[in-house]
Nanobody, 124 residues
Framework: QVQLVEAGGGLVQAGGSLRLSCAAS????????VGWFRRAPGKEREFVAA????????YYADSVKGRFSISRDNAKNTVYLQMNSLKPEDTAVYYCARGGSQYYTGFARQYDLWGQGTQVTVSS
């Protein structure tokens, strides 16, 4: 009954920043882990970051650690992904997803609800 809607993608130059949002409707995300994944052309979907809603604990893929930051806004039932120092290899469709539990997982198959995705393109 919950829907996730991503927004904030676009075209940026290398070294620039974008802030993605993932808004949930229908029910809150309070009992879940929420993750960001991305899929580049010709590549598998890969884990980017996750946040445990209840605790605020965060997790990051090595490829984005130190550059990306995941956060939440309880009042807006929204998760954000702040992306700094963007690189061309960050170009992908970014998806937010709800995990089946409140525990961390970086495996896409353990997430049961997905947004439609938002395109991020980083030019060199």
């Amino acid at each position: 009954q919950v829907q996730l809607v991503e927004a904030g993608g676009g075209l940026v130059q290398a070294g620039g920043s974008l802030r993605l949002s993932c808004a949930a409707s229908g029910r809150t995300l309070s009992n879940h882990v929420v993750g960001w994944f991305r899929r580049a052309p010709g590549k598998e979907r890969e884990f980017v970051a996750a946040i445990i809603w209840s605790s605020g604990n965060t997790y990051y893929a090595d490829s984005v650690k130190g550059r990306f930051s995941i956060s939440r806004d309880n009042a807006k039932n929204t998760v954000y992904l702040q992306m700094n120092s963007l690189k061309p290899e960050d170009t992908a469709v970014y998806y937010c997803a709800r995990g089946g539990s409140q525990y961390y997982t970086g495996f896409a198959r353990q997430y049961d609800l997905w947004g439609q995705g938002t395109q991020v393109t980083v030019s060199s």
